[in-house]
């Protein structure tokens, strides 16, 4: 089985989100990237099934520029067998969908895995736009997934519960957790990852990009408006009369 | 002409939807165009009609039970099309995005989520969308004459009138079976999480599973859904689909009270698009405080109670 995982770089869940430039440029100073959360688990998952079929592969895939690259050194220490980076800003998802679903035509996947979502740009859309311009299914958020012969069987989170799918590969699939534990490299994975093949590879030309005009940050609160705890009831007085939500 | 997708769920219309179709309508009258909307699955003609309250003179109805988001698409590209749209606005939902994700590729449109205003058409046209998990927005331009929207909900208000909408009913047969939905398993009866007005969370500091009636007490009272830290749901205390955050659902309420949660980033990044926090806590120093519009420092096994008989006199 080939398994394709399509990795962010993205800033630790934890970092103060600043922007330079008179607002136009991310602020990357102090700031720790990491592999996205959810593309980890999609990883974590994927070596899990490479290591239980043989002669199973897994290539991480990443659209960025050469920043990124101790973000896939550690997808490869993770546990990766190669990885391919298209060395290009990613723009937007229909820009990242565009270079992921032209390697994915050269090389055939079985299995496409992605996070649920990025965290920097949320847009839960990369997925989606791969399996259109591949014709090919797309599930997620998934929480499960395992594979007999060619059939994947999945648990998709829905609104208010969940559903038990099960599609022919290839697919493409955005997973969140509970789908595996996240795996923490081991030297040898580490020593190793200087060794496998990565490729960086040019982008191919897209359309319909949005482009990024400028930032902001939302406006701070005002602080918080303390109730004593022997009169919690005034709680709703002010939500109703002050704040006017009830 | 702008174009407005409708959710359904239980038969009535998804809130994020209205918002949705206030937004087109409002666009479509910058933009001296017409707006329409298009509602899939299974719903009263009568209810969908009050979509015209929003602004939206007339609405396609598909009444199937279609659930898989690739047929969808091929419905709203197909009416998309024939009506030539130049923008289709979908509200966010796990449904709703695969479907947008589609519909874009279908008819070659550049496509925004997590739009949180009315597009900036003065000058071109540009939007603001929500990124790093509402942390920060940024401002886009869509060259594109063709755009897929996907609107954040609660971004818009709506002024709702009297109008009513004339449905239009709307048949073509769609069955690409490439996968298979053998099990559905969903609460049925309970507010959605993701639609509530008021959610209502409880964290570590409730110290149990068994004490989680006093956090869907003070649910009941107020008609607001239940939600929970990350912690509580690693730990079973509640189902998965209930953890919010960073990693979890994000929400976004009229009010979102956070019962014994401390206010971890990560916890902060599923709710900081809610229009008012309250946190409940013991430690006058919980995070939360820094966060919140109201607290109270309290114990929680005492303030629920009060608030639940209290919350009574206002629902
Ligand atoms: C990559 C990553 C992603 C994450 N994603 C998420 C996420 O999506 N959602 C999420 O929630 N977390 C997430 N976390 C975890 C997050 O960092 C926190 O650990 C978590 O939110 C803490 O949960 P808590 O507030 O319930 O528990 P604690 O931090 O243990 O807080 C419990 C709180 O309860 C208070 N308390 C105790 N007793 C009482 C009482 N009787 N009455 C009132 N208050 C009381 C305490 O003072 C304390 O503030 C993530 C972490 C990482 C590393
Ligand atoms: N620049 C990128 N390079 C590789 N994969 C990406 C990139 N951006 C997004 N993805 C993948 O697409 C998923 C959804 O991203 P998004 O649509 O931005 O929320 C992520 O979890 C990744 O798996």
Redesign the pocket.
């Known amino acids: 089985m080939k398994i394709l995982v399509c990795i962010t770089h993205v800033p630790d869940?934890t970092s103060k989100i600043t922007f330079t430039d008179n607002n136009t440029k991310f602020n990357t100073q102090n700031v720790q990237f990491i592999i996205g959360?959810y593309d980890e688990y999609a990883l974590a998952r994927a070596v899990e099934l490479r290591d239980a079929q043989a002669g199973s592969s897994i290539t991480v895939l990443h659209v960025g520029t050469a920043e990124s690259e101790n973000t896939i050194r550690k997808a490869l220490a993770i546990g990766a067998d190669d990885a391919i980076r298209i060395d290009a800003e990613p723009l937007d998802a229909m820009f990242v969908a565009t270079q992921i679903s032209a390697i994915a035509k050269q090389n055939k996947y079985d299995l496409i895995l992605m996070g649920r979502e990025s965290i920097d740009f949320n847009g839960n859309m990369v997925h989606g736009l791969v399996a259109e311009m591949l014709q090919i299914p797309v599930i997620s958020p998934i929480m499960k997934l395992d594979i007999t012969g060619n059939i994947a069987t999945m648990h998709k989170e829905i609104e208010g519960g969940k559903e038990v799918i099960e599609c022919q590969m290839p697919l493409v699939a955005g997973c969140q957790e509970p789908i595996a534990e996240w795996k923490i490299p081991n030297m040898r994975g580490i020593m190793s990852a200087k060794s496998k093949p990565y490729q960086v590879i040019a982008p191919v030309e897209t359309q319909n990009v949005a482009l990024t005009l400028s930032y902001d940050l939302p406006v701070a609160k005002s602080g918080c408006k303390m109730i004593d705890a022997s009169t919690p009831e005034k709680l709703f007085e002010l939500l109703k009369n002050e704040a006017k939500v009830l | 002409m702008i174009l407005s997708y409708i959710e359904i769920a239980d038969g009535d219309i998804k809130k994020t939807s209205l918002e949705v179709a206030q937004m087109a309508a409002e666009l479509a009258k910058k933009m001296g165009d017409s707006a329409l909307a298009i509602a899939i699955g299974k719903a009263d003609v009568t209810k969908l009609a009050l979509i015209g309250n929003y602004g939206i003179s007339t609405l396609i109805y598909v009444d199937t039970d279609v659930s898989i988001s690739k047929n969808i698409a091929t419905l709203v590209a197909n009416i998309a099309t024939k009506n030539n749209a130049s923008t289709v606005i979908f509200p966010k939902s796990i449904m709703a995005d695969a479907v947008a994700a589609s519909v874009a590729i279908k008819i070659d449109a550049a496509i925004v989520n997590n739009v949180v205003e009315i597009p900036d058409t003065a000058n071109g046209f540009s939007v603001k969308r929500s990124i790093y998990t509402g942390k920060a927005f940024a401002k886009v331009e869509i060259k594109q004459a063709k755009k897929v929207l996907v609107l954040r909900k609660n971004a818009i208000s709506t002024q709702p009138t009297s109008d009513i909408a004339s449905v239009e009913t709307y048949k073509e047969d769609i069955s690409t079976n490439h996968l298979k939905i053998t099990e559905t398993n969903k609460t049925k009866g309970d507010i959605l999480l993701t639609d509530a007005e008021i959610v209502v969370s409880g964290?570590?500091?409730?110290?149990g599973p068994e004490n989680w009636h006093l956090i869907e007490n003070l649910a009941k009272a107020l008609g607001a859904a239940t939600g929970c830290?990350?912690?509580?749901s690693d730990m079973d205390w509640r189902p998965h689909h209930e953890?919010?955050?960073?990693?979890?659902v994000k929400v976004a309420p009229n009010i979102y009270f956070a019962?014994?949660?401390?206010?971890?980033?990560?916890?902060l990044?599923?709710v900081n698009s809610s229009k008012i926090l309250v946190a409940?806590?013991?430690?006058p120093e919980?995070p939360?405080f820094k966060a919140a519009d109201y607290g109270i420092v309290?114990?929680?096994?005492d303030i629920l109670p009060k608030l639940t008989l209290a919350a009574k006199n206002y629902r």
Do not use: E, M
């Not at chain 2, 019962?259 to 916890?267: L, N």
């Not at chain 2, 409940?280 to 430690?283: L, S, V």
């Open positions: 869940t959360p | 964290g570590r500091g409730l110290k830290s990350k912690p509580v953890h919010v955050g960073q990693t979890g019962v014994g949660i401390s206010g971890a980033i990560q916890h990044a599923g409940i806590n013991t430690d919980a939360f309290g114990d929680a096994f």
